[in-house]
């Protein structure tokens, strides 16, 4: 079994900043990209920034410049840090792994519960 718990949502006022984070556990061989997702009632999940296992990330348009995720690879855990957030940035985060629990098994994707961020003006 493997578990993702995030943590650091809230509620902040507009331009104002929150610190998300997730950390993987249980039964882990490797974790590939991790990334954050988020969704508003009747829409659909959509992405937010992914990191891969390289470092390597990529971001939504509509938060770039804004947020910065970063991973630590030995904690399995991946961060999210958004400034100058906006009440369009409203939304349940959801974070976003792709583990294999055993080396000969395939990459499977796992999310987190979600924790809420909202963003007054």
């Known amino acids: 079994q493997v578990q993702l718990v995030e943590s650091g949502g809230g509620l902040v006022q507009a331009g104002g900043s929150l610190r998300l984070s997730c950390a993987a556990s249980?039964?882990?061989?490797?974790?590939?990209?991790m990334g954050w997702f988020r969704q508003t009632p009747g829409k659909q999940r959509e992405l937010v920034a992914t990191v891969t296992s390289a470092d390597s990330t990529n971001y939504a348009n509509s938060v770039k410049g804004r947020f910065t995720i970063s991973r630590d690879n030995a904690k399995n855990t991946v961060y999210l840090q958004m400034n100058s957030l906006k009440p369009e940035d409203t939304a349940v985060y959801y974070c976003?792994?792709?583990?294999?629990?055993?080396?000969?098994?395939?990459?499977?994707?796992?999310w987190g519960q979600g924790t809420q961020v909202t963003v007054s003006s």
């Open positions: 249980g039964s882990i061989f490797g974790v590939n990209t």
């Open positions: 976003n792994a792709q583990v294999r629990v055993r080396p000969w098994t395939t990459w499977s994707d796992y």
